[in-house]
């Protein structure tokens, strides 16, 4: 059995961040607002641990919003990227309008399960 060694994970980190700083900014900036969404998302959770879930459609609705924003924006992230090579004929403006008018939607739900 290979014990792993500090020099290892070292080592990941360090081609992990050599890989990710040849990314483009456009693409660092969406990976940006995922990170904040989920982080929105977990601290309504920690919220609602500590706090309590009075109003459970509120919280359902504000999680739901963060988590869903997310996966659009992952979405859009897959989209934009050059080197995927399935959305080469897609525009850049038609993948961002697709996300504005996805969150859109998504929101107007939020808003109607609100009630």
Not at 39 to 59: C, E, H, K, R
Not at 67 to 84: D, F, H, P, S, Y
């Amino acid at each position: 059995m290979v014990k792993s060694t500090s020099k290892d994970a070292q080592d990941l980190f360090r081609s992990l961040h050599s890989a990710y700083s040849a990314t483009p900014t456009n693409l660092k900036v969406i990976d940006l607002y995922v990170v904040f969404a989920v982080f929105t998302a977990v601290i309504q959770v920690a919220y609602m641990a500590l706090v309590g879930s009075f109003p459970f459609n509120s919280f359902l609705s504000g999680v739901l919003s963060c988590i869903g924003t997310a996966v659009l924006a992952v979405c859009l992230r897959i989209q934009v990227n050059k080197e995927n090579k399935e959305f080469k004929d897609l525009a850049p403006e038609r993948a961002f309008a697709d996300f504005v008018l996805c969150n859109l939607v998504l929101h107007l739900v939020i808003i109607n399960f609100l009630g």
